[in-house]
């Protein structure tokens, strides 16, 4: 970006920008390079603006939640990413039309596992799966997050996507999700960002809640790894089967690639175990798939995003 881009920028957004901002801290991964720009956006009506900008510019942009299911290149992101930040964390408990269910509207902006933790005290049942998953809302949304036989897709009725002209409502048949993946999102892929949804809960017992969701969390503990930082699960499961598995079975489990490691706790984990670049996560990568595909004839495709 120049000056003369700066500084319409700064006209512009009254919150944090940071240029040059190393992306590491932005990512569980703690991996990547600088992005040209990175911009902690904590108002609203600074939204449509900014996109309108980054389009006459030609500038690129991405919205990266807490960065917990992407991994950055080492040559960082040639654009701008944005944060989205307090007014994109509102939240409205409310009831549903019919009065029989309760319904959440949320900002994007919210944390799964925060979110989750305040259904509980609502005693609003239905987001205990979210306990322990560490993304955003709109990056939950976006690709369909789901843990212990829940999933995003099961109680969402309603999703804002504002883009450069108009905010967009999306509902019924155009909440097409799939595995880890909104279809309908495609269509505003670089042009639309998620800001908030509706959920349609049940009402609970809020220690009930609690208790469902302390449980999986420690079941989230046992089972994956806590100490190292990674992108959660690296591949998505194939049809019928468990990467994990697979990868277990191949006897991948400690494999390094410079700082990168298949996680000695879970084999769908890869992680950061001693600065790791996005290039030895890469190689890595690669490993695992030519054994698993030698070996189980089985093709993993990734889950985690690539900017
Ligand atoms: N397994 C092994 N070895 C391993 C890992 C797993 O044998 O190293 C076996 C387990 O014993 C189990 C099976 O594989 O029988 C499945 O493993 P697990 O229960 O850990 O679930 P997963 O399929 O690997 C999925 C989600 C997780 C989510 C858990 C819990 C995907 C790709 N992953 O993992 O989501 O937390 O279920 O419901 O769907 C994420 O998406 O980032 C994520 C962490």
């Known amino acids: 970006m120049d000056g003369s881009q700066k500084d319409k920028l700064r006209g512009i957004i009254s919150s944090t920008i940071i240029f040059e901002c190393s992306l590491k801290k932005y990512t569980s991964f703690s991996i990547g390079g600088p992005a040209e720009c990175l911009i902690l956006l904590d108002k609203k009506d600074e939204l449509q603006p900014l996109l309108r ?18 991994l950055v290149k080492d040559e960082g992101f040639a654009g701008v990413i944005i944060v989205l930040g307090k007014e994109f964390k509102e939240i409205h408990p409310g009831e549903s039309r019919d009065g029989k269910k309760r319904s959440l509207m949320a900002g994007a902006g919210h944390s799964l596992t925060r979110l989750s933790a305040l259904c509980s005290d609502y005693g609003f049942s239905g987001l205990e799966f979210g306990a322990g998953i560490p993304g ?10 789901g843990a212990w036989g829940g999933e995003m897709g099961q109680i969402v009725t309603e999703v804002t996507i504002e883009t450069a002209a108009k905010k967009i409502r999306v509902t019924g048949e155009q909440l097409d999700f799939g595995y880890r993946h909104w279809q309908g999102f495609a269509k505003y892929k670089g042009q639309g960002v998620v800001t908030g949804a509706t959920l349609l809960l049940e009402s609970g017992a809020p220690e009930e809640i609690a208790t469902t969701c302390r449980e999986l969390l420690k079941k989230r503990k046992d089972r994956q790894p806590v100490h190292f930082p990674n992108a959660g699960s690296f591949f998505k499961n194939p049809a019928g089967e468990s990467a994990g598995r697979l990868i277990d079975s191949c006897g991948l489990k400690g494999m390094r690639v410079g700082g990168a490691m298949v996680s000695t706790v879970h084999g769908n984990f890869i992680v950061n175990r001693d600065h790791a670049t996005a290039r030895d996560v890469l190689n890595l990568m690669d490993k695992i798939k030519k054994t698993v595909k030698e070996s189980k004839g089985i093709d993993l495709e990734p889950e985690v995003h690539f900017i």
Do not use: D, K, Y
């Open 53 to 70: 900008f980054c389009s006459l510019e030609n500038l690129p942009w991405h919205v990266i939640g807490r960065g917990t299911n992407v």
């Open 136 to 145: 955003t809302l709109g990056g939950a949304l976006v690709m369909n997050a």
